[in-house]
């Protein structure tokens, strides 16, 4: 028989050639794992292990959520002196010293500034303790004067709060009649006289009506009075039980500032150390991107709170010299109360108006209307003209998102919540941006403003 594959001469038979590459097959894996479908033990152990971790760690943030916040103005104040100790580093001034010199400093500098304007400080916050509660008399008496417009209809006693009243007025007049009219009586049974007992009634019962009117008008403008101020310094007094924890505790409040100048000092002088150890957390593959992340958060922290420092100076400034051109009482004081309600976007400004205008009201409503229109306006010119100047290259946060989250913040943590609000939004601003919408979504979006970049490139 003769082989196919062999050529009529005897020779194998070669294939023809190809026109092209032949195609190459693909990899058989001998060693596939089966899939097994569903989850297994394993899985499920690894499940819950990792939702315990997460409740255990929220449930530690909740607990200890001061301490948290204060390690995070620590560590927003750490990213400022590490910015200056930069620059002091230039001059061949070692890290540490020059964390310590600057912390030091600026300590110095409020201590200087504080024993400087500590007697009209005094003099004015003794005056405003004085003044106050006279300014909330007369915005009551403004008020009372407005019941049936308006004001009246916006901050007017209830329905209820009137028929309470009322009906105290006539039970306190009808008692003080009473108690006439049993001494009348009993002066007419010791002098035995039925005419003078009837001409006595009489012009007690004259007197008994003519008082009750008295009284019940006089309790009626006491109580009217005296309403609004109950009602609002009920309302402050809840609110600065809640809002101000930490006052009833001033070794607490002392010891979470000397933990922030600490840390301060400490990130300030080896950034690059806790940076280091961050890294570590994450995998290889993820590092760099990681730290770019970082990177822009710090940026976006160290312009935030730069850009507040400078602005709590320039607003206490401009708010007294308003106040002493306007001629309001304790000027400096209120100046003062306005820089420092500064470091609280949004609600700061207006905590700090209110003291203001009801000083005005001692002398009288448009002096106070004034001081308002002085406040909204300074204001409007922080918003457009200070803010965008210093917040080149930081994060651009929307008004509507950051009185949200003040809100948020003040409901869940207090005042030491709604002082680390923005911020804290701040900081998770940049990695939403960079890790989400960036790479997962793709939109080309800039994490900060375009200066910075721009600033980047042309040190590249």
Do not use: C
Not at 63 to 91: K, M, Q
Not at 153 to 165: E, K, P
Not at 171 to 180: L, V
């Amino acid at each position: 028989m003769t082989d196919p594959t062999m050529h009529p001469s005897g020779s194998p038979e070669q294939p023809a050639p190809s026109s092209g590459p032949l195609p190459v097959p693909p990899p058989v894996h001998r060693d596939r794992r089966k899939r097994a479908v569903g989850w297994q033990s394993k899985d499920v152990l690894r499940a819950s292990a990792l939702i315990i971790a997460i409740y255990v760690v929220l449930r530690l943030l909740w607990v200890a959520h001061e301490l948290f916040f204060v390690v995070f103005l620590g560590a927003l104040f750490g990213l400022a002196v590490a910015s200056a100790v930069d620059r002091l580093e230039r001059f061949r001034i070692p890290r540490g010293i020059g964390a310590a010199m600057v912390v030091i400093g600026f300590l110095a500098i409020l201590t200087g500034f504080g024993a400087w304007m500590a007697p009209t400080l005094r003099q004015q916050s003794r005056e405003l303790r004085v003044k106050l509660p006279e300014a909330a008399d007369k915005v009551e008496g403004w008020i009372n004067t407005h019941q049936s417009g308006l004001v009246g209809l916006l901050l007017g006693n209830s329905d209820s709060d009137s028929d309470s009243t009322n009906a105290a007025t006539n039970a306190d007049s009808a008692s003080t009649a009473r108690q006439r009219r049993d001494v009348v009586v009993a002066a007419a049974s010791d002098h035995d006289s039925a005419t003078l007992t009837a001409q006595t009634a009489k012009g007690a019962n004259s007197s008994d009506s003519s008082a009750k009117g008295t009284d019940t008008v006089t309790v009626k403008k006491a109580t009217a009075a005296s309403s609004l101020k109950a009602r609002i310094g009920a309302r402050m007094g809840s609110a600065t039980h809640y809002l101000f924890p930490f006052l009833s505790s001033t070794l607490a409040a002392f010891g979470g500032i000397l933990l922030i100048i600490f840390l301060s000092v400490y990130i300030g002088a080896e950034p690059a150390t806790y940076r280091s150890g961050m890294m570590h957390l994450f995998p290889q593959r993820t590092r760099r991107r990681a730290g770019e992340v970082l990177a822009a958060m710090a940026v976006a922290l160290r312009k935030w709170l730069v850009t507040q420092l400078i602005a709590m100076a320039v607003i206490g400034a401009v708010t007294t010299i308003v106040l002493l051109v306007l001629k309001v009482k304790a000027a400096f004081a209120l100046g003062l109360l306005a820089g420092l309600f500064e470091f609280i976007p949004t609600i700061g400004p207006i905590l700090s108006a209110v003291p203001a205008i009801a000083m005005g009201f001692l002398d009288s409503p448009e002096k106070a209307l004034f001081i308002g229109i002085a406040y909204i306006g300074i204001q409007f010119l922080e918003n457009h003209i200070l803010i965008p100047l210093l917040m080149r290259g930081g994060v651009d946060l929307p008004p509507a998102l950051t009185v949200i989250s003040q809100a948020l913040m003040a409901m869940v943590f207090g005042f030491i919540g709604l002082m680390v609000a923005v911020p804290l939004l701040a900081a998770v601003m940049v990695p939403i941006k960079m890790l989400y919408v960036q790479d997962v979504v793709g939109d080309r979006l800039d994490a900060l403003d375009a200066d910075d970049d721009d600033d980047d490139d042309d040190d590249d």
